[in-house]
Nanobody, 120 residues
Framework: VQLQASGGGLVQAGGSLRLSCSASGRTSSMYVLGWFCQAPKKEREFVAA???????YAEDSVKGRVTISRDNSKSTVYLQMDSLKPEDTAVYYCAAARFLSGVRADYNYWGQGTQVTVSS
């Protein structure tokens, strides 16, 4: 499975961004697709994930501010982020796993990451 993330950028606090991740590969539509973020000098952390049939969950700290969705016809997962805060600044990675999980080690495939910077 190959993953290509996009949509990052610079936004002011309170603003919104929508990240996209395109998946390719023969069985890519069967995988759980998730998002992680990694701020400078911090560990990569789980944000949200979604199964092929739309079951999803998000990290408690971002619930209410992020929405994950998936378009299987386009093999693409989206992460809509609203009410962004400076502490959301990080590189955001999409990843694929065989089951729904918030554990980094359960994800077998990773995209290259897209930078999100939130200014105060």
């Amino acid at each position: 499975v190959q993953l290509q993330a996009s949509g990052g950028g610079l936004v002011q606090a309170g603003g919104s961004l929508r990240l996209s991740c395109s998946a390719s590969g023969r069985t890519s539509s069967m995988y759980v697709l998730g998002w992680f973020c990694q701020a400078p000098k911090k560990e990569r952390e789980f944000v949200a994930a979604i199964t092929w049939d739309g079951t999803s969950y998000a990290e408690d700290s971002v619930k209410g501010r992020v929405t994950i969705s998936r378009d299987n016809s386009k093999s693409t997962v989206y992460l809509q982020m609203d009410s962004l805060k400076p502490e959301d600044t990080a590189v955001y990675y999409c990843a694929a796993a065989r089951f729904l999980s918030g554990v980094r080690a359960d994800y077998n495939y990773w995209g290259q990451g897209t930078q999100v910077t939130v200014s105060s």
